[in-house]
């Protein structure tokens, strides 16, 4: 279970709450998209949920070890992308211990999940945005957690490896753990989630299954546009 009790975040040197009185369940077995406005309360409800953020109010309750993307971050070094993905294996290791060649190994498998087996050795710098998106995960699964936090995963992904993330998601929750994502990609939300969360201003709107939350009336109010179903092309996420 990954718990949001009436959580309230404020940043330091604002007035206005990024979170307020914020209640959600997540599941394990399930992926659970988070869904709202820029500026909406999602990557600080993730980054409370992945223990980066502490609230100011209410409380948050995690079963396991979280394993977290956040949207971005800056790469001080050079490392190949097998050395960054390693990193990962850090909660595994003891104090000041130093990856061994299982770790190297499972570093290598978790490549091959994302479909970057054959980047192993290049620099994360000279890397796409896309196939950065793809290492970043990768580091992520090779934590091997319960939970795997995702802020905006398909960021900068082609349909191709949009569809292999979804397929990496759904063996995630096969395998027992739990995924907690925000998107803007409704039709990846829709392909892929178990459950929808709409955030706006800070707060829980909506939450149900997919087929609940997800829908032109829902999605209206949240953006402040109209929404209707339409058909365009896609990858085929359930051939």
């Known amino acids: 279970m990954l718990r949001f ?7 330091k ?8 009185d914020f209640s959600l369940s997540a599941q394990p077995g ?26 100011v109010g209410g409380s948050i309750e995690r079963e396991g070890r979280v394993a977290f993307l956040p949207q971005m971050e800056r790469l001080a070094f050079s490392f190949s992308c097998l050395e960054y993905v390693t990193f990962g294996r850090a909660p595994h290791l003891p104090y000041l211990g130093i990856p061994g060649g299982q770790d190297a ?9 994302v479909g970057m087996a054959e980047k192993a050795d290049k620099r994360v710098t000279a890397l796409s945005g896309g196939e950065l998106q793809l290492v970043r995960l990768a580091r992520a699964l090779v934590q091997e957690a319960l939970w795997t936090v995702l802020d905006e995963p398909t960021d900068m992904l082609d349909p191709a490896h949009i569809l ?8 995630i929750t096969a395998a027992g753990g739990g995924v907690l994502l925000s998107t803007h ?25 997919r087929a609940e939350v997800l829908n032109p009336h829902a999605l209206g109010a949240l953006y402040g546009v109209p929404f209707a179903w339409d058909r365009v092309p896609g ?3 359930n051939p």
């Not at 009790?5 to 940043?11: A, C, E, F, I, K």
């Not at 040197?13 to 307020?20: P, Q, V």
């Not at 992926?31 to 980066?52: E, M, Q, R, Y």
């Not at 979804?166 to 063996?171: E, P, S």
Request: proline share 3%.
């Open 235 to 237: 990858p085929l996420h």
């Open 30 to 55: 399930r992926v659970t998209a988070l869904l709202g406005p820029n500026g909406s309360g999602k990557s600080t409800a993730l980054g409370i949920a992945a223990g980066w953020l502490v609230p």
């Open 164 to 171: 292999a993330l979804g397929g990496v998601l759904r063996a």
């Open 5 to 11: 009790r009436t959580v309230s975040y404020r940043y």
């Open 105 to 113: 190994n499972l570093a290598r498998e978790a490549l091959a999940r």
């Open 185 to 209: 990609d409704i039709g990846f939300a829709l392909a892929t989630a178990d459950d929808a969360a709409l955030v706006k201003e800070g707060k829980l709107v909506a939450q149900g299954t």
């Open 13 to 20: 040197g604002e007035k206005t709450y990024a979170l307020s």
